[in-house]
């Protein structure tokens, strides 16, 4: 885990490194467990440095595994290529938003948004609400109605647009 916190930080940029599970075998507080398994999730806008940090990653674990004198095993549960949304979907988004006064930032989601599949198909942008203290995918999130009908109208004035024009 602190190998991928650190690897992720030294390639930087949008380069983030996800352990979301952790589990200890027998997980006792007193007993030194036999197994340990994690979840790690790597993400970056940029494919060759995806690769990279995959690649530094397991090269740190194959050295552990040799220092440590353990033994490691992975599993790929998904794997998907970044991908560049439409900039002239993402700039209608962004300026619709600003037409309604609403505050906008640009933002990179390493998300495995629907969005995400889609754009392989069609012009492709993302809307995003805030969420209370920035908790998200999470049942603590929370998002205010007064954003969510914000979000919605973006999306139903950006579709409107879209639908007028010609060709994207």
């Not at 027998?26 to 940090?53: F, M, Q, S």
């Not at 640009?106 to 203290?133: K, N, Y």
């Amino acid at each position: 885990m602190v190998a991928a916190r650190e690897i992720a930080r030294e390639i930087g940029g949008d380069q983030v490194a996800t352990v979301g599970s952790f589990k200890l075998d027998p997980g006792l507080v007193n007993v030194i467990p036999g197994e340990a398994r994690l979840t790690l999730d790597l993400r970056h806008t940029d494919e060759e440095r995806l690769k990279e940090a995959e690649s530094r990653i397991r090269s740190r674990v194959s050295e552990l595994v040799e220092s440590e004198a353990c033994m490691s095993e992975w599993r790929q549960l998904a794997r998907f290529e970044p991908v560049a949304f439409d900039p002239r979907v993402v700039d209608l988004v962004e300026h619709t938003a600003r037409d309604r006064n609403h505050t906008t930032r640009r933002i990179s989601s390493g998300a495995g948004h629907d969005a995400q599949m889609m754009s392989r198909l069609c012009p492709t942008g993302m809307i995003f609400v805030p969420s209370h203290r920035g908790i998200s995918h999470n049942p603590a999130e929370h998002t205010d109605d007064s954003d969510l009908a914000a979000g919605a109208n973006v999306l139903l004035h950006t579709l409107v647009a879209l639908a007028r024009e010609e060709e994207i």
